[in-house]
């Protein structure tokens, strides 16, 4: 173990921590080592979203000490920039421990004589959002970790706007975090007449809002009997879900029973994820032995959804977040017009390493759309800058998350589901389903395919394989891939796009990220990145063709899919 590793393990030991959590520390002394040192190594970094980690004792996991200090650290920021009148909403999912680091987080809060409105259980991440609005709050923390495995936990920042940190608010959080060198620098208790409890005050005017995004309100009464199941997969979305689903006027609404209880330990599934057929697995069952119209799922925090519906045979299959997309993009768009409620100067976001489909879509009907980085912070971020210029209508990304509506500033996963199941109404008021008008969309605007492939490193030495992986893609980056050549290099960590064929560079005009993406003659695009919550690096894989009729779909899918995996194995990523 090296000199600094073990001077913070000597600190913890010695220091003002329970005595609980030094027996666990002396036990892996003893017991575990290596484990010791993966907890020790270094400090659980506060990025630019907050903490996400693994549960456990040390200054590399998510526990009390690290909640309570990155906390002192986001209050003494707060208080720079507005003073003395501060408040903040705070809130939590199902995860194991949850509760305890969002009452932490409340206290140190409100030992800073910063007022909080504490939701008295577990709700969605998007209403926390929505509250720091509606509650007129300078900023704002959930307790999740989303929906990674069980044994992770995380706390989301929020600034005023209901949404994510970013520049400069962001780094200057951080600063002041990184500032909190000891767990005697936190106030940790002494506020708690600054704590007041939310709960069905802010819930009814979240649901009034979800409701309000309705576009055909007609045809869900019309079709109130839609066959819909959901699964909120042992998380918060229970609690805000079926009473919006009824607000729709549905009420054929099937619950997973054996997964609708809040649960941390989330013991039907390997991970609470609804991008995974074995999560929704129970949920698909379901709906094949109901012949449902609808299958929808919510990740633990109820921000992301994952939607099941039946092919032109009768089979169910579940819908990547690309289609998911799409679909609620073009109806958004679509059923706007159509209603005559759309605006000239209407405008969708999608995020760069979400299908092109989209951007097709919305020029066809001249609405303009936007593509940012990765993250609702920076839909979120493009929407502030352009308040009163333009109207934004819908906001999404592929991996699972939609943003219906400017009331809320975060993926919303509730908003969502009601709005899907609109959809599904809508189509089968004309005896189609979505699946049909997906393909549909497919003949109009030519046929979009994406897949995805993660690569996991985990330990110590994870981040600099992945580091490593993308150095060696930015400086030789190949002239062709699968015998297709590349076109264009867009290096998003130098800003910079470059024509390969001419030689041409440009100028891209979003905040740095480190995102490489290759764009191929033939209109296929590779994007490679990083993910920011998870030891992963993640490539993204998008190629196209035209469909020529409804009848050609599984032969052009066959085509694009081999086209996809012989892209992969040149890469040698799969």
Request: hydrophobic residues 35%.
């Amino acid at each position: 173990m090296d000199t600094n590793t073990e001077q913070k393990v000597n600190t913890w030991l010695q220091g003002n921590y329970d005595e609980a959590t030094k027996a666990e520390i002396r036990r892996m002394q003893q017991e575990n080592p290596d484990e010791l040192m993966e907890s020790f190594y270094k400090n659980l970094e506060f990025g630019t979203g907050g903490l996400r980690g693994i549960m456990g004792v040390g200054t590399n996991r998510m526990n009390k000490y690290t909640v309570g200090m990155a906390t002192q650290g986001y209050a003494n920021y707060l208080k720079k920039c507005f003073g003395d009148k501060v408040s903040v909403a705070v809130g939590h999912d199902s995860r194991n421990n949850s509760r305890s680091f969002a009452e932490i987080t409340a206290n140190v809060f409100a030992a800073n004589g910063i007022k909080v409105f504490l939701f008295e259980a577990l709700r969605p991440t998007p209403e926390l959002s929505f509250a720091i609005r509606h509650l007129g709050c300078q900023g704002g923390v959930v307790c999740t970790a989303s929906h990674n495995p069980k044994e992770y936990n995380g706390y989301k920042a929020y600034w005023d706007d209901g949404a994510q940190m970013v520049s400069p608010h962001d780094k200057n959080t951080i600063a002041e975090v990184e500032k909190i060198a000891s767990v005697d620098d936190v106030k940790w208790s002494g506020g708690e007449s600054n704590i007041t409890i939310i709960g069905k005050d802010v819930d009814e005017a979240y649901l009034d809002m979800v409701q309000g995004l309705s576009v055909y309100p007609d045809v869900c009464k019309a079709q109130h009997d839609l066959k819909i199941v959901y699964t909120p997969i042992h998380g918060s979305g229970i609690m805000m879900v079926p009473p919006a689903l009824k607000r729709y006027g549905f009420d054929n609404v099937h619950i997973v029973e054996e997964q609708s209880k809040p649960d941390g330990n989330f013991p039907t599934v390997i991970y609470p994820n609804p991008e995974e057929r074995e999560t929704m697995s129970i949920g698909l069952k379901k709906a094949q032995e109901l012949d449902a119209d609808i299958l929808l799922g919510t990740d633990p925090d109820a921000d992301r959804v994952g939607i099941g519906v039946k092919n032109n045979k009768g089979e169910w299959i579940l819908m990547n977040g690309n289609q998911t997309a799409l679909l609620a993009f073009n109806y958004m768009i679509e059923a706007r017009k159509a209603k005559g409620i759309a605006k000239p100067n209407d405008m969708v976001i999608k995020t760069i390493v979400t299908t092109d489909m989209i951007d097709v879509i919305a020029a066809a009907n001249e609405v303009a759309c936007y593509n940012v980085l990765t993250g609702f912070k920076w839909i979120s971020s493009l929407i502030k800058e352009k308040e009163g210029k333009e109207n934004y209508v819908i906001g999404g990304e592929e991996s699972f998350g939609l943003m219906i509506g400017d009331k809320i500033r975060d993926k919303d996963s509730v908003s969502a589901v009601t709005i899907l199941c609109e959809m599904a109404a809508y189509e089968k008021s004309k005896g189609r389903s979505l699946f049909d008008k997906l393909v549909d969309l497919y003949v109009q605007y030519g046929f979009y395919k994406e897949s995805l492939v993660s690569i996991t490193k985990k330990g110590m030495n994870g981040a600099a394989e992945i580091a490593q992986m993308m150095e060696n893609d930015r400086a030789n980056p190949p002239k062709e891939i699968n015998g297709i050549a590349v076109k264009e290099l867009l290096d998003y960590e130098l800003q910079v796009g470059k024509n390969l064929l001419t030689g041409e560079t440009w100028k891209i005009n979003l905040p740095k990220s480190n995102v490489l993406q290759f764009l191929l003659v033939d209109g296929s695009k590779i994007s490679a990145r990083p993910s920011g919550t998870e030891p992963k690096i993640k490539y993204y894989f998008s190629v196209n063709t035209k469909l020529n009729s409804a009848a050609d779909f599984e032969a052009t899918e066959k085509i694009l899919d081999d086209k996809i995996a012989s892209i992969e194995k040149a890469l040698g990523v799969k």
